[in-house]
């Protein structure tokens, strides 16, 4: 499986994966001709996408998804909240509304929809499996609940979001509105909250740890790199940043002797909770 993050951050998400011929996007939050440039720059054929997931609808995950799916004629599967808490208007035969507990097979790849918490209408991650590796694309995470506790301790390559440092957050130049906003439970994950969830759950089949979905004003690369690095000496440890893509990662580089070898049906399950209203 090939995987990369196109744009990750407050101001844009945009991430790849791919397993042979199949290939889809997780979100299309820049503009598309932001998307087809750094495509270009991975060698990846905008073309070649066969389905886009969408998280949820805030602007930072959609900003470029209409003239992308309709450009290149993409499926997109997305929950019905979010759909219409986007207020877009696709084409009806491109638009395919899924729970946001569902399980959608990509030619050899299951795209398995985590609810989670997040001041969205119905917003959900994702985790894509061909049935031997797991990666999961987990940011917009308000807390860490039982399905993200769950997807972290069967990931083989986990994008986690890292969004702000607490300090930064309280100090900085934010509306006190919006600083209880982002740390309500509802917002985002501090970079203390993720690492205490990221060393409470992992397990020895983790092997690529990328660090995402950095805030703009309330964080900063170096800050990241300095809380994970000393707890990531197993593993690969990459940030993802908004102003380029990551270069695209091959499982393949991964030695197999270290992977688990245990199909996804058998050990990969989803809790169902209901959550309280927004």
């Excluded at 470029?64 to 450009?71: A, T």
């Amino acid at each position: 499986m090939k995987y990369a993050a196109l744009a990750s951050g407050s101001n844009g998400n945009c991430y790849y994966i791919a397993d042979g011929q199949d290939a889809i996007l997780v979100d299309v939050g820049v503009n598309a001709k932001h998307v087809e440039l750094r495509m270009h720059n991975l060698g990846i054929v905008p073309s070649s996408i066969s389905a886009i997931f969408i998280t949820h609808e805030h602007t930072d995950h959609i900003r470029g998804l209409s003239v992308f799916c309709k450009r290149y004629q993409i499926p997109v599967y997305i929950t019905a909240g979010s759909y219409k808490g986007s207020r877009l208007h696709l084409p009806e035969e491109l638009v395919h509304i899924i729970p946001s507990d569902a399980k959608v097979q990509i030619g050899n790849m299951t795209v398995y929809g985590i609810p989670k918490y997040h001041d969205a209408k119905e917003p959900c991650s994702f985790v894509v499996s061909n049935g031997v590796l797991n990666i999961a694309i987990m940011t917009d995470l308000g807390r860490i609940c039982d399905n993200v506790k769950h997807v972290i301790q069967h990931a083989d390559i986990l994008l986690l979001e890292s969004n702000y440092d607490e300090e930064m957050l309280e100090t900085g130049r934010y509306s006190f509105y919006l600083k209880n906003r982002i740390r309500s439970g509802w917002g985002h994950l501090s970079n203390r909250i993720a690492l205490e969830a990221l060393l409470e759950n992992r397990t020895a089949r983790l092997k690529h740890l990328i660090l995402g979905h950095l805030s703009g004003q309330n964080n900063t690369v170096d800050r990241v790199q300095e809380t994970f690095a000393p707890h990531c000496e197993r593993m690969k440890l990459s940030i993802a940043t908004r102003y380029e893509e990551t270069r695209l990662f091959d499982t393949a580089e991964l030695s197999t002797e270290e992977i688990v070898q245990i199909r996804v049906q058998q050990t990969f399950y989803q809790a169902t909770f209901v959550f309280p209203e927004n």
